[in-house]
């Protein structure tokens, strides 16, 4: 019984992990469009930190 409850736990990480790589591929590509490298960094750090939080 707990042997499923954890694979269940890994199944769900596994999957908001991706969903996280996802999203934040999809946002670094809409901020790629700046030419300041450092202003790209700080918006996708920001969305990660954001996305981790909340």
Do not use: P
């Amino acid at each position: 019984m707990i042997a499923n409850g954890i694979e269940d736990e890994d199944k769900w990480l596994t999957e908001g992990i991706a969903r996280i790589q996802h999203n934040c591929f999809l946002y670094a590509s809409r901020t790629g469009n700046s030419s300041d490298l450092s202003v790209n960094i700080s918006s996708i750090n920001s969305f990660i930190f954001k996305t981790l939080i909340l």
